[in-house]
């Protein structure tokens, strides 16, 4: 069925957000601080570089892959397909979300973006309090929770991530969310030009290399931040390290709204594009 007027002035939003993205241009600083960070690895022998890039794409993937195998994860599934029979009582399966009105979808979308950005708050205060586990356990943790919620988001809008095809997609999604702003706009084109692309829904056929030197900012930022932890946990309030503790709970609060603003896009966007193509 073609798209209803609210649905259109959906598209239109995501588009502007779209161009808004594509249009960033990095500053003085930033680009600065990327030729620096370019300059630093590439003493690094080349033969390392491709070592670790392809080891931390294995762990993102096997990761990725262990998360969506869960039983946290299954039972997350069937709590999002009780939700959609609240709308329609024939809702059997993932795929048949896409039967349910889009802001139907975007409120089960929504109840799970507002759980991931209270975990990744708690979780982010719990490394604050400067815990050698739980800062040292900060980045799996945080990794753990943004690729859940990527998959979640996926679920919400019908597209079940248990293909090669969408267990990438959703990888990718991840990893572009991730991006400093002004390496987004590459990573967001790539995803475009793959649902372009992409003739076979199942089978994943573009590049499956997904980190690279521009994507080692985040992580850096992860490391960054359990210095300044460091440095403040000592810093009590009422016995409190409240200055640490605020620092990790706002940094980690931060990604997961960076996390679940694009792939709610991504995929309100391909909800959307389906609705458009096969309504004509």
Do not use: C
């Amino acid at each position: 069925m073609p798209l209803t007027d609210q649905e259109r002035k959906k598209l239109a939003e995501i588009r502007q957000w779209e161009k808004n993205l594509l249009s960033y241009e990095a500053n003085d600083f930033q680009l600065t601080y990327e030729k620096y960070l370019e300059r630093s690895f590439s003493m690094i022998p080349e033969n390392l570089q491709r070592q670790f890039f392809s080891g931390l794409d294995s762990w993102l993937f096997h990761l990725h892959g262990i998360i969506q195998g869960s039983q946290l994860q299954m039972d997350a599934k069937d709590r999002i397909i009780t939700s959609a029979r609240i709308f329609n009582k024939d809702t059997e399966k993932i795929e048949d979300l896409r039967q349910l009105d889009f802001n139907q979808l975007q409120y089960i979308a929504e109840q799970q973006i507002a759980k991931h950005r209270l975990y990744s708050f708690i979780q982010g205060g719990l490394a604050g309090t400067g815990g050698k586990l739980l800062l040292g356990t900060d980045i799996p943790a945080i990794a753990v929770i943004n690729l859940r919620v990527v998959q979640l988001i996926a679920m919400s809008y019908g597209f079940e991530v248990n293909t090669p095809y969408e267990l990438m997609t959703s990888l990718k999604v991840f990893h572009t969310a991730t991006l400093p702003p002004r390496m987004k706009k590459d990573g967001w084109a790539t995803l475009m030009a793959e649902l372009e692309q992409n003739e076979n829904p199942y089978f994943y056929e573009g590049t499956e290399e997904i980190t690279d030197i521009t994507w080692l900012e985040q992580p850096l930022q992860q490391l960054f931040k359990a210095v300044i932890i460091t440095l403040f946990r000592k810093k009590l309030v009422q016995g409190v390290p409240l200055i640490s503790m605020a620092i990790g709970a706002g940094a980690n609060y931060q990604l997961t709204r960076k996390v679940t603003e694009l792939a709610q896009k991504y995929y309100q966007l391909r909800y959307l594009k389906e609705k458009e193509e096969f309504g004509e």
